[in-house]
DNA sequence: TGGTATAGTATCCTAAACGATACCATGAAG
DNA sequence: CTTCATGGTATCGTTTAGGATACTATACCA
C-alpha cells in the first residue's frame, strides 16, 4: 500500500470503473432514492446478480446507503451517501471529457476517409 | 452507439483503465518523451507484452504518440500527444479524490474499531 | 392450499484480461 | 561468425469479470 499519484488514480478508479457501477451511479443521481426493483427497471440488461454485487461494493466504500425496511414483501431502499455525491464533479469532468472525445474521434475519422 | 451521459462516462472510462493505464500515462506526464525500454523501467512489474498493448491502445485513440526511428538497435520513443494533455485535469480531478478517499476510509475504519 | 411479490443466493459457464515464457529481426562491435 | 541491444510477436496458461439460470424466505391474498 505505497502512496503514489498513481495507486490513488487507481484506488479512485476502481469505484468507478465495472460494467455497471457509471449507469448505477448516474441513475442514483438523477433519480434520488429507489429500491431495488426500480434500479434494476433503469437498467434493463444488468443482471440481479451483478446489480446486487456492484451495490455491494458501493456500500463498502461508504458511495452508496442501503436501508432495509422490514416489510413482507421486502422493502430495499438504495441512495447516494452524502460522500458518495462527492464524486458527482468528477463524474461530470469525466463526463465531459467523454463528450468531447466522441467528437475528436469523429473528427479524425473524417480525415482519416477524406485523405484516402 | 446512443448518446447517454453514461455512455460517455464508460467511453472515458475505456482509456484510463486497464490494470497499466494510468500508470503509463502518469509516468508519461511526469516525464515527458521515454523510450520503450525507458518506459519498462519506470514500470517494474509490466510485462513487455502489456506494455506494447496497452501503448498501442492509448496511440489510436491519439492520447500517445510513437516516433520510431530507423536505427539498429531500433529506438522508439513514445509522449503524451497534445490532445492525450487535455486529459491532464482529469486524472488531477481523479488523482485529488482518490487521494481523500483513502483518508476517508481510514477515519471509518478508526470509528469502526472504536466502536467495538 | 396455492399463487404472488420482493430482494436476494447459489451454481455453473463463458469470455476477456492478464501473465510467463520463448522466440525473432537487425546491424554494429568484438 | 558470434554476441549484444532493442523493441517487439507468438503461444500458452491462469485468473477474474460477467452472464444465465435456478432456487430461497416471507407473509399476504384468493
Redesign the pocket.
Known amino acids: 500500500m505505497e502512496e503514489t499519484p498513481s495507486c490513488r488514480v487507481e484506488t479512485a478508479l476502481e469505484i468507478l470503473?465495472?460494467?455497471?457501477k457509471p449507469s448505477i451511479l448516474l441513475v442514483l443521481i438523477t433519480h434520488g432514492t429507489l429500491?431495488?426493483?426500480?434500479l434494476?427497471r433503469q437498467l434493463p440488461?444488468?443482471?440481479?446478480?451483478?446489480?446486487?454485487?456492484?451495490?455491494?461494493e458501493l456500500e463498502l466504500n461508504d458511495i452508496v446507503h442501503?436501508e432495509?425496511y422490514q416489510e413482507?414483501?421486502?422493502?430495499?431502499?438504495?441512495s447516494l451517501t452524502d460522500y458518495g455525491r462527492t464524486l458527482i464533479p468528477v463524474l461530470d469532468a469525466i463526463n465531459a471529457w467523454g463528450e468531447q472525445h466522441v467528437i475528436h474521434l469523429e473528427q479524425k475519422e473524417k480525415l482519416a476517409s477524406a485523405s484516402q
Chains 1, 2 share one sequence.
Do not use: C, D, H
Open positions: 470503473t465495472g460494467k455497471w429500491r431495488f426493483s426500480e434494476k440488461n444488468i443482471t440481479q446478480k451483478m446489480l446486487t454485487a456492484q451495490l455491494r442501503r432495509i413482507v414483501p421486502p422493502r430495499v431502499e438504495y
